[in-house]
C-alpha cells in the first residue's frame, strides 16, 4: 500500500458510511487544487469481522471490499475521478493502524467523521496520535450547508463541491 516513491500524496481512508463519503469528495477536491495523487484506501479487519452479527455491514472478503470501494468511489465522483491520478486499494487489518502505516511523513491523510459534533473516533483518535502525515477529520457539513448552491436542483452536496473544484482549476 505504501510506494517508496516519496511523491506527496493524499490518503483517504474508506469505508461505508456518509462521512468517508463526505471526505473522499473533500480529498478529491484537494488533490485536484494542489494537483496532488489521490490514493484511496479501505481497511478490512478480518479479525473485528468473525465475531459480526448476522445481517450487520461491511465487507467479510478482500473482493467484497474491494467491490465497496470502487462502487463508493463511482458514487461520489461518477467513476474515476477526472484528472486526478488515482489509485484504490484493500489492505488486511484495524483501519487506524491501516492508515497510520500507509501515510507517508510527506503525506496528508485525510478522514470522515461522525455527525457526533464532539465525538471522535478511536480510528481518528488512533490517527491523529500515530500518523506522521498531517491528518485532516473532515466534517459533515451542517443542514445550512446543504442549502447552498445546487441545493434542490437534484444535486448531492459533494456534486456542488466536485463541480466548484473542477470550475477553479479551468
Known amino acids: 500500500m505504501?510506494?517508496?516513491t516519496g511523491t506527496p500524496r493524499i490518503v483517504v481512508g474508506m469505508n461505508d458510511s456518509q462521512g468517508a463519503r463526505w471526505a473522499l469528495a473533500w480529498a478529491i477536491g484537494e488533490a485536484r487544487l494542489r494537483r496532488m495523487p489521490l490514493f484511496v484506501v479501505h481497511?478490512?479487519?478480518i479479525a473485528a469481522r468473525t465475531g459480526r452479527r448476522a445481517g450487520s455491514r461491511g465487507p467479510s472478503?478482500?473482493?467484497?471490499?474491494g467491490a465497496l470501494l470502487a462502487a463508493i468511489v463511482d458514487e461520489v465522483a461518477d467513476g474515476p475521478p477526472e484528472g486526478i491520478e488515482t489509485r484504490a486499494g484493500v489492505s488486511l487489518g484495524a483501519p487506524g493502524p491501516v492508515l497510520v502505516r500507509t501515510a507517508r511523513e510527506n503525506d496528508l491523510l485525510v478522514i470522515g467523521r461522525g455527525s457526533r459534533a464532539f465525538h471522535t473516533s478511536g480510528v481518528?483518535?488512533?490517527c491523529q496520535r500515530h500518523a506522521r502525515a498531517t491528518?485532516?477529520?473532515?466534517?459533515?457539513?451542517c443542514t445550512a450547508d446543504l442549502a447552498g448552491p445546487g441545493a434542490g436542483q437534484g444535486h448531492r452536496f459533494w456534486d456542488v463541491l466536485l463541480g466548484w473544484s473542477r470550475s477553479a482549476l479551468g
Request: overall charge negative.
Open 2 to 4: 505504501n510506494d517508496a
Open 135 to 141: 491528518v485532516v477529520s473532515v466534517a459533515r457539513p
Open 124 to 126: 481518528a483518535r488512533h
Open 61 to 65: 472478503t478482500m473482493a467484497e471490499a
Open 43 to 45: 481497511a478490512l479487519d
